[in-house]
């Protein structure tokens, strides 16, 4: 399986970016996918994940903030980000858990808010 995640870029506080991530190769049964960030000198942390079924959950600094959704069609999920912070600027990742267990991570993408 492979993540392709693209969209991040470097935006203006109060700005907004969408992020896409599409899963390719041999998928059987994507349970869930997600973000999860890491900026300098911090751990990864979790932004929002989607199930296959719709139901979706954020981080609490994102809350209000970021929408996640999916198409299960095209084994795509999009993260939109809406008013932007600096304290948002990190390189977010793509994940993907199939239902047998199996956890995959796309390469990464910066998202830079300035000030």
């Known amino acids: 399986v492979q993540l392709q995640a693209s969209g991040g870029g470097l935006v203006q506080a109060g700005g907004s970016l969408r992020l896409s991530c599409v899963a390719s190769?041999?998928?059987?049964?994507?349970?869930?996918m997600g973000w999860y960030r890491q900026a300098p000198g911090k751990q990864r942390e979790l932004v929002a994940s989607?199930?296959?079924?719709?139901?979706?959950n954020y981080g609490d600094s994102v809350k209000g903030r970021f929408t996640i959704s999916n198409n299960n069609v095209k084994n795509q999920v999009l993260l939109q980000m809406n008013a932007l912070e600096p304290e948002d600027t990190a390189v977010y990742y793509c994940k993907a858990i199939l239902w047998i267990g199996s956890i995959y991570w796309g390469q990464g993408t910066l998202v830079t808010v300035s000030s």
């Open positions: 989607i199930t296959s079924g719709g139901a979706t």
């Open positions: 190769g041999r998928i059987s049964g994507l349970n869930v």
